[in-house]
Each structure stands twice: as structure tokens, then as C-alpha cells.
């Protein structure tokens, strides 16, 4: 079995693959325009990508070889699931190793904003030698979390690790999901213990977004938005939003206009309607705190997502 990965894959997952006698690892990266005719070629069995590559009906079509089509990572908006499903392909992802580094990432972005670091990290290169008194003085408003709601919507893997983080720090959680429902969370901590939670969901987006202090969003890519003006119009004054999900689910122009009319606080995105070439007026703005998709950027995320890729190749290759 052939498997080419890609987009890369760690070091533990590559070594878990080439522990097989029958994988053969390929670890090199084709463009995109020469995928179809280099799977071909190489008689390819399996892809691993991450965001960078896509996987269309074109090649699924053009590449009869291919059997397997792996995802780093959760959403699989590159991959024509259902089509490649159809055909008798397995389509795997790895849906829980990047949780606690989304979730993470959303607090990172959540205190950047409340304590105003991703404007002082602006300013203080500029005039921070000059003006050190004037600029302490213009961030006097920031927020701690403790006391306030976090309000998040969906709550999948990543909104349960967001919201255990959340506890952690003393806030308040309100969680939006498609249907009403009850779920337990337990936190773990250094010593052994843990303590157990339950968390009511509701169905209600309104309810959420009208008393939410801090807003995370963690669901698919949809066809509208999720945040548009009627929601914006609903939410708190000086609410801070943070989206590490999917470009297209607010609607980034009208987030502007109501951080620019003073509505919202402030907002952090980690993903863009225009990727990976976001629009310029969102990377200039003082109040927005921007990353380029390091959500499951991290070390241990990118280990644990290699892991879990090669185990279920492995799975398969046995089962078959």
C-alpha cells in the first residue's frame, strides 16, 4: 500500500507507518495541478492532506487507484466526502487531536483581546519609547474573564474542550446546539482528581448571543452565515468574538462595521472567507487580533493527529 502524505505528517505518525512492511510512506508534496498524474503514476493507494490540497470528484474520478483519503484535522470542506464515499473510498479524519490546541488558541485570542495585546504589540515597536505613559493609559478599559459568559456555538470536541477552559477560569458557559440537549464534561486536574459538570445546551442562537460577554464559534462551514447584522444587532455592547472554525461563517464586512460603530468589543479570526488571502481592510484593523489557521497548529496536535492517521490506515489495511 502506497500513501503519499501530502501535506506532512509528524514524525510519530510517519514512523507508525513505516513500521508496516506492506505501507509504503511517501512524504513529498505535489501541486495541485500535477496531484492526478503523480497518483497515476505511482499507483498511489492513500492521500493524507491537511487545508493545502483539495480532493475533488475530478480526481477521485481520474485516480482509480486511490483508495483511502486522509484529513489532518477536523473539517473536511477540501474533500468531496460524500461523492468519494460513494465510490467505495475511505474517508478518515481526526476529529478529537487538535481539540485542546483549537481551544487554546480561542483563549489566547480571548485574552489578547480583553487585555488589548494585539494592539499594544502594534504600538509599542512605534511608540513605546515615546509615549509609554499615553499608550498604559489608553488600554485602562481591559476585562478579566472570571465572572463573565462565554458563549459558544456548537459543541462538538473542540466546543466541549472551550468550554472545560472556560470553567476552568470562572466564567459562566451558554452553549448553542441544533437541538436541546444535556452533556457532562469532566475536568481533570495535576493531582488526579476530577470533577464532573453538566451543561445544558440550548437551541436558542438568541439566547446565547444576547448574554454572551466572550463568543466562540465551533461548527461546519455553512452556506450563510452564522454572524451576520441581525445577530450583531442582538449581541451585548463590547462583546469580543473569536472564530478559529471555518471563513464564511460571519460575515467579515458587517463584523467590521459593527466593531467600527463601537457595538463589538473587539474580534480575533484564525480563519477567512478569503483564504489563505484575507481581505486587506481585516489586516490592518487595530481592534482585530489575526492568525494564519494555527488553530491545530501545534506540536502535540500534529503528533497526536499523525498517530491517529496511521492507526486507522493501519486499521484499514487489516480489515480489507
Known sequence: MKILANDGISKAGADKLKSQKDIELIEHKVAQNQLIDYINEHQINGILVRSATTVRKDLIDACPSLKIIGRGGVGMDNIDVEYARSKGL??????????????????????????????????????????????????KNAIELKGKTLGIIGFGGIGKEVAKIGIALGMNIKVNTRTAREEKLSLSFFDGQSVDFTIQTTDSLEEVIENADFL?????????????????????????????????????????????????????????????????????????????????????????????????????????
Open 216 to 320: 466562540t464559534i465551533h461548527t461546519p462551514k455553512t452556506k450563510d452565515y452564522i454572524l451576520d447584522t441581525p445577530q450583531f444587532e442582538k449581541m451585548k455592547d463590547g462583546v469580543l468574538i473569536v472564530n478559529t472554525a471555518r471563513g464564511g461563517v460571519i460575515n467579515e464586512e458587517t463584523l467590521v462595521h459593527f466593531i467600527d460603530t463601537e457595538k463589538i468589543g473587539g474580534a480575533a479570526l484564525d480563519v477567512f472567507e478569503n483564504e489563505p488571502t484575507p481581505e486587506l481592510p481585516l489586516l490592518m484593523h487595530p481592534a482585530l487580533s489575526l492568525t494564519p489557521h494555527l488553530g491545530g497548529n501545534t506540536k502535540d496536535a500534529q503528533e497526536k493527529i499523525g498517530i491517529e492517521l496511521a492507526e486507522q490506515i493501519i486499521n484499514i489495511k487489516n480489515n480489507q
Open 90 to 139: 475511505f474517508v478518515i479524519n481526526t476529529p478529537s487531536a487538535s481539540s485542546r490546541s483549537v481551544a487554546e488558541m480561542v483563549f489566547a485570542h480571548f485574552l489578547t483581546l480583553a487585555r488589548f495585546l494585539h494592539d499594544s504589540n502594534r504600538m509599542m515597536p512605534l511608540e513605546g519609547d515615546s509615549n509609554f505613559k499615553g499608550l498604559k493609559k489608553s488600554y
